[in-house]
């Protein structure tokens, strides 16, 4: 499976697209829906964030791309397991046909079959590629990671002290559950093709007086460089590049196997962390049912 795109219900998706199209870097895609916004990266996926108006923020879903055999597989591993799965016609730019699958905390997986693709965009090294991964804050990490194993196929790769680190395909981590006690959006990442890409777009955030609320660094697991924002509308959003790629043959790590030297938390060690910051914004986008 891919994942491929994040939909967000909010009060303002016109404010947020702003942001995202105008500093953050991503494209806007037509739509006649005023109370809808899309926008896209550079790759061939139509869209990487949905913006719906309303008067809550959620995370309305998390959409991941699959073929016609591991959409069934789903579909069956949800029926052994007396699990409720919704049968869901998109009617998101790439439209397809799939299930929605409703984690242990509440949030709302989508995996689509039949989407189409867009022709990728060349010439724009500033925007991001796609979305790399999704981190969803969960009551309890384990039980959801079980949960993206049981049903939805997917593989843990790397559990550390605050997170399982989650894969559908061959990079590390697609989607990844933190350690939090509640159940919410922690972060979204894009892949930028490049560290300059992602430096790059430290500086244009610098630019209207945004720095990192963490980073630039690069993480231990999947071994990402990051950076993190905190952005106006609310959700932490990160730059990222030059995630693992992995095979079937991963050893799956464990806490012990990720601990850090004295004043490291990232492979680099020359950014701070604004804790306070990002958990607060962590906690903006909950999902329906938590
Ligand atoms: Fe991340």
Redesign the pocket.
């Given at each position: 499976m891919e994942l491929r795109s994040i939909e967000l219900e909010l009060p303002d998706p016109a404010g947020a697209a702003d942001f995202l199209t105008g500093i953050w870097g991503l494209g806007a895609v037509e739509s006649d829906d005023a109370d809808r916004r899309y926008l896209r990266g550079s790759g061939d996926q139509p869209y990487l964030v949905g913006l719906y108006r309303a008067d809550h923020t959620l995370v309305r879903s998390v959409t991941f791309l699959a073929d016609e055999a591991e959409l069934a597989a789903v579909a069956a591993r949800a029926a052994a397991h007396d699990i409720a799965v919704t049968q869901v016609a998109s009617d998101d730019p790439g439209a397809g046909e799939g299930l929605l699958v409703t984690l242990p905390d509440g949030a709302v997986i989508r995996v689509l079959a039949g989407a189409t693709r867009v022709a990728p965009v060349v010439g724009v090294p500033d925007r991001a590629v796609r979305l790399t991964?999704v981190?969803l804050n969960a009551v309890d990490a384990e039980v959801t990671a079980r949960f993206a194993e049981d049903i939805l196929g997917f593989k843990v790769s790397d559990r550390t002290k605050g997170m399982v680190f989650v894969r559908c395909n061959r990079s590390h981590h697609s989607i990844a559950f933190a350690r939090a006690g509640f159940a919410s959006l922690n972060?979204i990442?894009f892949e930028m093709t490049d560290i300059d890409a992602v430096m790059r777009g430290i500086g244009r955030l610098r630019d209207v007086g945004m720095v990192p609320a963490w980073g630039p660094g690069r993480h231990g697991p999947g071994a990402n460089v990051?950076a993190y924002f905190i952005a106006p509308f609310g959700a932490v959003v990160?730059f990222?590049t030059a995630v693992e790629v992995v095979g079937d043959d991963y050893p799956t790590g464990e806490p012990d196997d990720w601990t850090w030297p004295p004043n490291r938390i990232d492979q680099w060690g020359i950014s701070g962390k604004d804790m306070a910051g990002l958990g607060e914004a962590e906690r903006t986008f909950r999902f329906r049912r938590a």
């Open positions: 991964h981190v972060h990442a990051f990160e990222s």
